[in-house]
């Protein structure tokens, strides 16, 4: 159903960062020609957990004008160099999947081809040895650093920490000065149009009627227009991503404040850990088939590294995505359109990759059939892609002390990720996909991280002698000592230039 005039009146349902992410890139890209109205209620709460990011949420803040430093500054927000996963691969085991490059690659050969020629003739030292990112984490060190030096080494990349409940506030004062208009109300009925079936309006529970062209479901988890009107099935991923639930809790500011998110393996799931400024995000996700939820409870309890603040929070959810994302003329956003668990930090990524997504295919007049299959299509496949990097880190790992774990090592997995891992395993080789989220930096850290070792290198890395392999790989970490050693620390550096007035 559009109006005569075509697409013009744009209704997204539901608030929360989803719901105001996509008010303020609309307004911003597409305001000129749309009414864009948002309808949410105080009385429904939001998950509001979402306070990690990857840097692709640089891109979004740089195209809505934001100020770094003042959007830090109200959202009592950090910097992020990358995950710590500790216990994944085995009890003990500890690594950083950092969001920039290790070492430095060469004559066209991956950084880690060279080390790993270096470590089968007897090198002792980690692939993160060589890495700028895990000794300025090391260290609790961070700055602005584009390149190391006159070297052609890149710097430092990074994403934030931050609470999204004020990140939320912080787009919505953006989108309401851009002219979206904000409805107080809850969702009582849905109006369809006889003939197409589209949504045609919604009626709030204050008797108001909010019409609209085209619709954006970010309901969160009841997925009201695209799962329960639009009846848009769920695909369960649950047998590969078996965890089910969540507790999450506040807990006093760490110091020195970490410049990263660290993700510690527990019996039957992981703990998250969050640093902000002025407290700590801290949660613990399991499976409830091997742990009870007031067991969960005491475990996430019982290992915070500051005082919770709260009692913690519960939260129940299924890994997967619904069977489309776009129907009729509603699309879902956030955790109305699927849930993946925050394991690296890509909640928020795919809303805002959704929605910029769907502004590269928004309609003008009518909505055309190829554009929404299009939409369908490249959604599923980034959902998929992400699916699999998650899969890699339960199921590559050599722990089987609990139960859980040894279901996750034990299941079968899909063949796009048993191809990437016993391509990666034979010679060190990646079959990513042109369009993957994650690069093949990413890749490399994640799968030498849970236990993938190649049995072999891609033998152009033979091209140094081995005088000239070991004074590259030394070189390279003086370099980056010297690097860091110039670096303030992470606290320091947010004093200096984003500090929250009232943290």
Known sequence: MTSETGIKRLVIVGGGTAGWIAAAAFARLLGERLEIALVESDAIGTVGVGEATIPQIIRLNTILGFDE????????????????????????????????????????????????????????????????????????????LERVGNTSMTGLAYAYHFDATLYARYLRNYAETRGVTRHEGIVQTVERAAESGD????????????????????????????GHELEVGYQDWSHWLPCNR???VPSRRIDPLPPFTRATARRAGWQWRIPLQHRTG????????????????????????????????P?????????QFWAHNCVA??????????????????????????????????????????????TIREFEQIRDFLILHYHRTDREDTEFWRYCKHMSVPDSLTHKIE???????????????????????????QGVTPADYNPMADQLSNAQLGQFLGDLRKIIEKAVAGLPSHADYIAQHCAATNA
């Not at 500790?86 to 430095?104: C, M, N, Q």
């Not at 939260?315 to 069977?323: A, D, Q, Y």
């Open 199 to 226: 949504i045609a309006a919604i009626m709030l529970d204050n008797d108001r009627r909010i019409a609209g062209d085209f619709f954006i479901d970010c309901t969160g988890f009841r997925s009201l227009l695209l």
């Open 423 to 449: 391509l990666f395993g034979s010679g060190g080789r990646l079959g990513r996909d042109v369009d993957d989220l994650f690069r093949e930096a990413s890749w490399v850290q994640v799968m030498l991280g």
């Open 315 to 323: 939260i129940r959810f299924t890994t997967g995505r619904r069977e």
């Open 333 to 378: 956003i956030g955790l109305s359109s699927g849930f993946l668990e925050p394991l690296e930090s890509t909640s928020i990524h795919l809303i805002q990759s959704n929605i910029s997504r769907l502004i590269e295919l928004f309609p003008r007049d009518r909505i055309n059939a190829a554009d929404r299959e299009e939409y369908n299509r490249r």
């Open 69 to 144: 430093h003042d959007f830090l500054r109200q959202t009592f927000g950090t910097f992020k160099l990358g995950i710590e996963f500790v216990d994944w691969s085995a009890r003990g085991s500890r690594y950083l999947h950092t969001f920039g490059d290790t070492g430095l690659n060469l004559g066209n050969v991956a950084f880690h081809h060279y080390w790993r020629r270096h470590a089968m003739q007897g090198g002792s030292e980690s692939l993160w040895h060589y890495s700028l990112h895990q000794l300025a984490a090391d260290q609790a060190k961070f700055a602005k």
């Open 282 to 313: 801290n949660g613990h996700v399991y499976c409830s088939e091997f742990i009870s939820d007031d067991e969960a409870a005491e475990v996430l309890l019982a290992n915070l590294d500051t005082e919770a603040l709260d009692d913690p929070r």
């Open 246 to 248: 969540a507790q999450a």
